[in-house]
């Protein structure tokens, strides 16, 4: 994890190591964009709504969720999006990732963050539908931006990695139950990303 840069350097020896693996080049140059160009141009990206506090808001960036036909994928909101079916790319993918590292999957979501102003906010990837200590996957492709950690009990014990195109980040072990993660917005002018975090939904 030699890539972390941090925002704390005192807190450096709290940071769970064993929680996250990180491939800075997954992906080759030219896999990455090739799978990038074919999912901005073919995927189904929509814009949903989420409750925030009692006002419904616009999420600030698309989303499209692609996975095995009965696993719908349900949003915090009871917001259902369509499951489309597998792209021959995108099953590639999740089973070259099941391959390497010995993890499954049925589903990803794929969210795609227009410009320096798309986010997503602090979240933990908690819920009864992925089970304890869940795994997920996440391949990043277009603009560097950097994914930020903060301990949920400690916020001040902060992290960022910044995620460039055609990296992997595994996410697992106790991960979500201690740590929030977000994309922020940013005031530099950013370019098109698009994330896929492959999830096993029960
Ligand atoms: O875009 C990312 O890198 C992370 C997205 C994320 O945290 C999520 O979809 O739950
Ligand atoms: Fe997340």
């Known amino acids: 994890m030699e890539q972390l840069t941090l925002f704390n350097p005192e807190e450096l020896y709290e940071f769970p190591k064993d929680l996250l693996v990180f491939r800075e080049h997954f992906l080759n140059r030219e896999e990455a ?74 589903g990803v979501l794929l969210n795609l ?13 908690k819920e009864s539908r992925y089970g304890k200590r869940p795994v997920i996957a996440s391949i990043s492709l277009g603009q560097t931006r950097n994914f930020d950690f903060r301990k949920k009990d400690h916020h001040q014990s902060k992290y960022s990695l910044p995620l460039p195109h055609g990296s992997l980040l595994i996410m697992k072990g106790d991960l979500q139950e201690h740590w929030e993660h ?21």
């Open 182 to 202: 977000r994309i922020a917005k940013s005031r530099l002018l950013m370019g098109q990303r698009i994330n896929l975090t492959f999830r096993l939904i029960r």
């Open 33 to 106: 964009d090739l799978l990038k160009d074919k999912l901005l141009h073919s995927a189904p990206w929509e814009q949903r709504t989420q409750k925030m506090y009692d006002k419904t808001v616009i999420t600030p960036r698309l989303t499209a969720w692609y996975g095995d036909d009965r696993k719908s994928y349900d949003s915090a909101d009871n917001n259902t999006s369509i499951t489309n079916s597998w792209t021959s790319e995108l099953l590639l993918l999740k089973e070259r990732i099941e391959k390497e590292f010995g993890y499954q999957f049925n």
């Open 113 to 125: 963050y227009r410009d320096n102003n798309d986010s997503v906010a602090w979240h933990r990837d």
